[in-house]
């Protein structure tokens, strides 16, 4: 067994010394690192925005889009305005009136009330208004039509005046049937007779 010598124990101190020092170092390096990997914020994965859907530039696939409404609007409803959903209302020609007689015609008169034009499903049709009006009187040489699908010229005015009394008094015409709302068209003479009559068929 050697003994130890000064310079023998001094190589050991130095390489002690030595080990220490690298251990430390290494210690230290990996606080830093731990420290540098607190610090550094996480790492996102980019954002990619989605792609536009409209076509803003006028080129490129055009964008999805809602389809248009091909319903049409709702019509407004017209019971009892004259000229809506039937059009306009009909006008009467200079020197023709449209009348509702209310008594059967006798001495040669019309009585008579004044009209309105009503809408309704079926083309419209005209409704007597206000009081009974001062009669009317029938020209010597008057003629007169009745209606329905095939107009009917009267051989005389006798056979019109008894239509419009058997109407308004709910019996029955064979042969012409009355129409639904009893309205006539009056053509006047210069001198305010009746000249021509014609009844307006409504069904």
Not at 37 to 57: E, H, I, K, Y
Request: charge should be neutral.
């Amino acid at each position: 067994m050697h003994p130890i010598t000064r310079r023998t124990l001094g190589g050991i101190t130095a390489v002690t010394i030595g080990a220490l020092a690298l251990v430390a170092c290494n210690a230290d390096d990996k606080k830093k690192g731990t420290s540098e990997a607190a610090d550094s914020p996480p790492s996102t994965a980019p954002v990619v925005a989605p792609p536009p859907t409209g076509n803003p530039g006028g080129s490129g696939a055009p964008g999805t889009q809602a389809p248009k409404s091909t319903k049409p609007s709702a019509s407004r409803s017209s019971a009892g305005v004259p000229g809506d959903d039937c059009g306009p209302a009909p006008t009467t020609k200079p020197g023709h009136r449209i009348v509702y007689p209310n008594k059967a015609p006798g001495k040669d008169s019309l009585y008579y009330r004044n009209t309105k034009f009503v809408c309704d499903p079926n083309d419209g049709h005209y409704e007597p208004v206000g009081a009974e009006q001062t009669p009317l009187h029938f020209a010597p040489q008057a003629t007169g039509t009745l209606s329905g699908p095939a107009p009917w010229k009267a051989e005389y005015l006798g056979q019109v005046w008894d239509h419009i009394d058997k109407c308004l008094t709910h019996q029955t015409d064979p042969g012409h049937a009355c129409s639904s709302f009893g309205a006539y068209e009056v053509t006047l003479n210069a001198a305010g007779e009746i000249s021509d009559i014609r009844e307006i068929f409504h069904s």
